[in-house]
């Protein structure tokens, strides 16, 4: 099970959220020389970047350190409803996928994976302005 978005989404999230959304920070192993994104760590990102400044600069921190989000923290940025084009559209949430539907489906995404679901629904509402 995927426990929160991984360094390519973390990173394209990083440019249209607040990183003081992010509940969890996916960091840069210097041994390994790679990000450690199979091992995330659930520390609030602005936490953990408050801390890294005390010992490195600005440049170095954001190299450490990417913002990440767990499910929990992307459904917290999902709106309860949207309006568009006239109608209202309600946030549902089920096994299957995320839908905003009425009578009719607006918008859904059913990857199997919810974590990525968030993601995708996320950059297609930004995309569209209801975000």
């Not at 190299?63 to 913002?67: E, N, S, T």
């Given at each position: 099970m995927k426990s929160c978005t991984d360094l390519g989404q973390s990173r394209k999230l990083s440019e249209i959220l607040s990183p003081d959304s992010a509940d969890m920070v996916i960091t840069f192993d210097y041994i390994n020389r790679e990000?450690?994104?199979?091992?995330?760590?659930?520390?609030?990102?602005?936490?953990?970047?408050t801390e890294l400044?005390?010992?490195?600069?600005?440049?170095e921190a954001d190299?450490?350190?990417?913002?990440a989000w767990?499910?929990?923290?992307?459904?917290?940025?999902?709106?309860?409803?949207?309006?568009?084009?006239?109608?209202?559209w309600k946030f549902q949430l089920d096994?299957?996928?995320?839908?905003y539907m009425n009578a009719y489906t607006y918008f859904s995404s059913s990857t199997g994976v919810l974590v990525d679901d968030a993601f995708e629904t996320i950059l297609c509402l930004k995309e569209k302005r209801l975000l």
């Open positions: 990000y450690t994104q199979n091992k995330p760590i659930a520390r609030p990102y602005l936490e953990f970047r400044l005390r010992y490195y600069d600005e440049e190299k450490m350190a990417v913002p767990s499910l929990s923290a992307l459904l917290d940025v999902l709106p309860e409803h949207i309006r568009f084009d006239g109608h209202t096994h299957g996928g995320i839908y």
